[in-house]
């Protein structure tokens, strides 16, 4: 049975930081996994923040967070990460943590999903 549970979300103000954990159990080969954030604001589709896979490869991200946000992971805690800074107002959002034996670059592509963290940024 497999849980992505996240943490961390909060309201924060322009130009602050927060960092949001997925904890992760039931993935069979934890390091055979692409690992995703995605967000998704009311009224808007969900996308695609960032995205790693756990056994080789660079990070990617979304245009609208290069620079400010990371991805990570570790494979002795099977977590993910994304640190996020500089935040914006326009990054309100509730944040989901994905999981995908394969992966790709819309929500469609992942079948592993936690219940989500709200991320509200004020101006």
């Known amino acids: 049975h497999v849980q992505l549970v996240e943490s961390g979300g909060g309201s924060v103000q322009a130009g602050a930081s927060l960092r949001l954990s997925c904890a992760t159990s039931?993935?069979?080969?934890?390091?055979?996994?692409?690992m995703a954030w995605f967000r998704q604001a009311p009224g808007k589709e969900r996308e695609l923040v960032a995205s790693?896979?756990?056994?080789?490869?660079?990070?990617h991200y979304a245009d609208s967070v290069k620079g400010r946000f990371t991805v990570s992971h570790d494979n002795t805690e099977k977590a993910l990460y994304l640190q996020m800074n500089s935040l914006k107002p326009e990054d309100t959002a509730m944040y989901y943590c994905a999981a995908d034996p394969i992966g790709g670059p819309v929500a469609n592509n992942f079948i592993y999903w936690g219940q989500g963290t709200q991320v509200t940024v004020s101006p």
């Open positions: 790693l896979y756990t056994g080789v490869g660079s990070p």
């Open positions: 039931g993935l069979t080969y934890y390091g055979t996994y692409c």
